[in-house]
């Protein structure tokens, strides 16, 4: 068996760089989407606030406001009223 210390010797370390800076630039394209999906749904529905993706525990469970005060007014909708 491979022993802990061995596995993060800089070889390692420095071969794993790569998929990193790859995993990186996929994930800002992929919050740049969903930020300007959010921008789209928000204008599209002209309700004077802004909607986001809501997420818990790395999942999104539904869409509400993005402002705290907002959500008075416009509580989170559940994924499982948006999914049918």
Not at 31 to 37: N, T
Not at 60 to 78: E, H, Q, T, Y
Request: glycine share 4%; aromatic share 10%; charged share 35%.
């Amino acid at each position: 068996m491979v022993e802990e210390q061995e596995l993060k010797n800089e070889n390692v370390i420095e071969k794993l760089k790569p998929f990193w800076d790859e995993y990186l630039k996929k994930e800002r394209k992929f919050r740049k989407d969903i930020s300007a999906l959010e921008k789209k749904m928000t204008n599209e529905l002209e309700l004077n606030f802004y909607l986001e993706f809501f997420h818990v525990d790395n999942g999104c469970v539904g869409i509400g406001a993005s402002n705290l005060s907002d959500r008075k007014k416009f509580p989170l909708i559940n994924d499982s009223e948006l999914n049918n």
